[in-house]
């Protein structure tokens, strides 16, 4: 059976207080998406969630968002392309300044969503990744859902890699349900665990209206700051330990 990324969204301190058990969380995963201080985080929690990372041999990526840390990145705004391009150009850079070993980009939020649909800003991500890749001398691969931003990422020759999500609601067209409708959130970490399963053996996972939804999703997402994050991560590395599913970041 293919090896799984098992991902989470870390480094997302407020005023210096973390969202997270973030060390328990790298016990656990492959893949951490770290946040670079548009939505959370500063340069200390950067270099702090840098180090935790490399101590655990967890892969390092870039979790950059709306800079509205005012909003935690989970409001949409209209952003002139060129100046989101600025924007997440500055955050990857605050993450490589802060010692990162940068191996995949993962937008935040209400960018997330954004460049699944947005052109323009999908461009403009796509085209931040493609500029701090190739000062890096390698290639970057963006991590998100299918859309807009995957069909930019393959004009602009940046590998594109597929996620899904163990502790979120999907909708029956594949997207995520919004946070605040029934169903959003799932905590069960037994339900989570048989997801994962399901998602690393079949390719599928079941929306909210118990509809099947196919994906070759090559990582699973935790988000670190979802209640009972932790046991929820513990449960699907013992599953998939237990299954002999290798867990293993793909970058």
């Not at 500063?42 to 870039?62: E, N, T």
């Amino acid at each position: 059976m293919r090896p799984i990324d098992l991902n989470a969204d870390l480094g997302e301190t407020v005023d210096g207080v973390p969202t997270a058990d973030d060390e328990a969380m790298f016990a656990v995963i492959s893949s951490a998406s770290i946040a670079c201080g548009g939505h959370a985080g500063d340069a200390a929690s950067m270099r702090s969630a840098v180090a935790a990372a490399a101590r655990a041999g967890v892969a390092v990526g870039a979790h950059p968002a709306y800079e509205d840390r005012a909003n935690f990145g989970r409001i949409a705004h209209r952003v002139d392309p060129l100046v989101l391009r600025r924007a997440v150009t500055r955050q990857l850079d605050g993450l490589i300044a802060a010692g990162a070993d940068l191996r995949y980009v993962k937008p935040h939020g209400a960018l997330y969503h954004a460049v699944i649909v947005d052109p323009g800003q999908a461009d403009a991500v796509v085209a931040a990744v493609a500029d701090v890749a190739d000062r890096l001398g390698r290639t970057l691969p963006i991590l998100g859902l299918v859309g807009r931003i995957a069909t930019a990422a393959a004009a602009a020759g940046v590998p594109f890699v597929r996620e899904a999500f163990l502790d979120r609601g999907y909708a029956p067209d594949g997207g995520l349900i919004p946070r605040n409708a029934s169903g959003a959130l799932l905590r069960d970490p037994e339900v989570v665990a048989e997801r994962a399963l399901r998602l690393a053996s079949d390719g599928e996972v079941m929306a909210v209206d118990g509809s099947w939804i196919e994906t070759d999703a090559a990582s699973l997402c935790l988000h670190g700051d979802t209640p009972d994050a932790v046991a929820m991560a513990r449960a699907v590395r013992h599953a998939l330990d237990a299954a002999g599913i290798e867990v293993r970041a793909p970058w």
